[in-house]
């Protein structure tokens, strides 16, 4: 019986984050299985890509924060 595996567990495993047992099984059916060799190929591609990506707030974002912070509380009242 061949085990099928979810877009879930390619991301436990790529975060190492399966249990011994089950990234052994994860393992053999990447092995066996090229489809899901190819999902897992594009998946660690993408979270490296991610990884990498650095953002940084626009500046009237930034502003906004400091004028907030400079209040008595940082607080608006609703």
């Given at each position: ?27 053999k ?5 090229p489809?899901?060799m ?9 979270v ?8 940084t ?6 502003s ?11 607080l608006?009242?609703?």
């Amino acid at each position: 019986m061949t085990e099928s595996f979810t877009p879930n567990d390619l991301v436990k495993y790529i975060y190492q984050d399966m249990a011994e047992a089950e990234a052994e099984r994860f393992e053999k059916a990447l092995s066996s299985n090229p489809v899901l060799m190819q999902d897992y190929m594009e998946l660690l591609s993408t979270v490296d890509l991610l990884d990498n990506l650095f953002i940084t707030p626009q500046d009237d974002v930034v502003s906004e924060i400091k004028n907030n912070c400079q209040s008595a509380t940082g607080l608006e009242k609703v």
